[in-house]
């Protein structure tokens, strides 16, 4: 029978055939963050395979070699070869990516139960970065769910701990203890953003409502305050520059936009992301861009096209805030922004995500391409609608030169925007 066995093939595998039923992972957390220095799994792009036994075990691993004698897998770290004639079916799993995608589309966003099991699965994985979003639309619907706090908190921590390591938290197969293959953090020919035109689009998106951590020197108050000496709204009396010199840096940062002091924009120092930036990394640069738009079979590469985004997993700022400019400053043949900030819903970058029946603004046939949403009510489009409306209108004119490779230049003029 050994013989005749099929190779290896490519297939939409039941969860059940993967080792363990995801139906059935919601028994108590029992889950642990990841520790620091553990294996992590290389590009193998989902190559986990299930080998079913005539005797009816089913074995899952990490293909490693086939032959028509046998069939070697890499299981929980060990090569184990078994022999063909044992063997009554082998399959190819389709990446976790994949899997996860296709069991959501049968889950409703308010079924909190079924997402939990979802959630739970995902960080089993190793999955924490899809997992979080999912459990953070639960804790939107039942903000008590213990075991919606559970998993979050442990989502959370994976995540911390891959990113302290300089991983990006992404798996792309299914086994948590293959052996990693380095890969680079991005392609080092992309020029990406640096550290002060991040803090300079961190000072534009500045909610004064909800504002990030932040300083200000008090040389440079004591500067704006000579400069600006005639400045109706400077204060006269040495008592008012005192008081503003001792201010808190909020109330500082308040002043030099009322006045527009925007040569000093530049000495504030921005300590974490805007409210509207954080929206951002968490609601589309984590949840669907780094994954499905920036990678090299999209637009990540050379081969990319006009609109080229950098290649990198990573959490790290100068990826993200690389990707939100070249978002917003991109325009299509026929001059449209990606980004419609008056109505959000309406955005191109989100219709393109959308599967191609239901939008009349279909993502441009692409070998590969799948849909990023399930629909306009797909949970991570309204996400990415709250981002883009969070972002400061009307839009300002960061000042920062900036041409990336194969992308369109911008000629939109910035409008006042009142700072």
């Known amino acids: 029978m050994g013989a005749t066995r099929k190779p290896i093939r490519c297939r939409i595998v039941v969860s059940v055939l993967a080792g363990v039923s995801w139906v059935g992972l919601s028994a108590a957390v029992g889950l642990r963050p990841a520790i620091p220095g553990q294996i992590q799994p290389s590009d193998t792009s989902g190559r986990s395979a299930t080998v079913v036994l005539h005797d009816g075990q089913v074995i899952t691993g990490i293909l490693v070699e086939e032959s028509k004698d046998s069939i070697t897998l890499l299981i929980n770290g060990i090569r184990t070869t078994i022999d063909a004639r044992r063997i009554r079916e082998s399959y190819i799993q389709p990446p976790i990516e994949e899997r996860y995608k296709a069991v959501r589309a049968t889950i409703e966003d308010d079924d909190s139960e079924q997402l939990l099991q979802l959630a739970r699965w995902l960080i089993e994985k190793g999955r924490s970065d899809l997992a979080l979003p999912e459990l953070e639309g639960v804790l939107r619907y039942e903000p008590y769910n213990e075991l919606a706090k559970k998993l979050h908190t442990i989502a959370q921590q994976n995540l911390k701990l891959l990113e302290t390591r300089g991983d990006d938290g992404a798996r792309t197969d299914d086994n948590p203890d293959e052996p990693r293959t380095h890969r680079p953090e991005t392609d080092e020919q992309f020029p990406l953003l640096s550290d002060e035109d991040i803090n300079i689009m961190r000072v534009w998106e500045i909610d004064l409502n909800d504002p990030p951590r932040l300083t200000i020197d008090r040389s440079t108050i004591e500067a704006v305050l000579v400069k600006f000496a005639d400045h109706p709204k400077v204060p006269e009396t040495a008592a008012g520059r005192a008081a503003l010199l001792s201010a808190e840096p909020i109330d500082q940062l308040r002043f030099l936009f009322d006045i527009r002091a925007r040569d000093y924009y530049d000495q504030v120092s921005v300590l974490e992301d805007p409210k509207s930036i954080k929206l951002f990394r968490e609601s589309v640069y984590r949840t669907w861009l780094r994954n499905s738009c920036a990678t090299a079979r999209c637009h990540g590469g050379p081969n990319a096209g006009r609109l080229r985004l950098p290649i990198g997993k990573s959490m790290q700022p100068n990826l993200y805030y690389t990707d939100l400019l070249i978002l917003e400053r991109y325009r299509t043949d026929s001059g449209l922004p990606l ?81």
Do not use: C
């Open 339 to 419: 980004i419609n900030f008056q109505a959000p819903a309406e955005s191109l970058l989100l219709k393109m995500g959308l599967p191609r029946r239901e939008t009349s603004t279909p993502h441009p046939e692409a070998r590969g391409w799948r849909p990023v949403f399930r629909g306009v009510n797909d949970r991570n489009y309204r996400r990415a609608v709250e981002w883009i409306t969070s972002m400061w209108t009307p839009r300002p004119d960061y000042g920062i030169d900036y041409d990336p490779p194969t992308a369109l230049t911008p000629d939109a003029e910035a409008a006042d925007d009142g700072r």
